[in-house]
């Protein structure tokens, strides 16, 4: 098995949180899931690439992450360990699609099915919003 996927628990264990605990926080969007997960992940690859595993490769890895998500606002705060996951764990290239984008989807579509069981809930929040402008409207 390798290091890394024990350390995604964490990772991924927040993002749920806010999916099912928090749906209608921005940071719960698909979007902010999706990119905030894989960029950070490829933010990370990128730094212990070009600077190993050291405390500068770590410092940056979560430094650039939180720059490119405010930046492409895609903020997913679980995003920033992802970043130090990839560098502790010494991820590959492919890290950034297998475990961590097929993992965001996977939350996302998990959560758009049990968010909206429930009558109470909408996921995402821009659905709900545009159904209730458009009743508005009507």
């Known amino acids: ?13 927040a993002s749920a949180l806010l999916l099912f605990g928090l749906h209608d926080s921005p940071f719960a969007r698909p979007r902010n899931v999706l990119l905030g997960q894989m960029l950070p992940a490829f933010i990370g690859v990128l730094c212990y690439h070009l600077l190993g595993l050291s405390w500068i490769s770590l410092s940056l890895a979560g430094a650039f992450a939180i720059f490119v998500m405010r930046v492409t606002h895609t903020v997913h705060p679980p995003g920033g360990a992802t970043a130090l996951i990839a560098v502790l764990g010494k991820a590959g290239w492919l890290f950034v699609v297998m475990p961590i984008g097929a993992g965001a989807l996977i939350l996302i579509g998990v959560a758009y099915v049990i968010n909206n069981m429930a009558p109470h809930r909408s996921y995402p929040l821009w659905t709900a919003k545009r159904a209730s402008s458009t009743s508005a409207v009507e």
Do not use: N
Not at 1 to 13: K, Q, T, Y
């Open 1 to 13: 098995v390798p290091m890394h996927l024990p350390l995604l628990a964490g990772s991924f264990g």
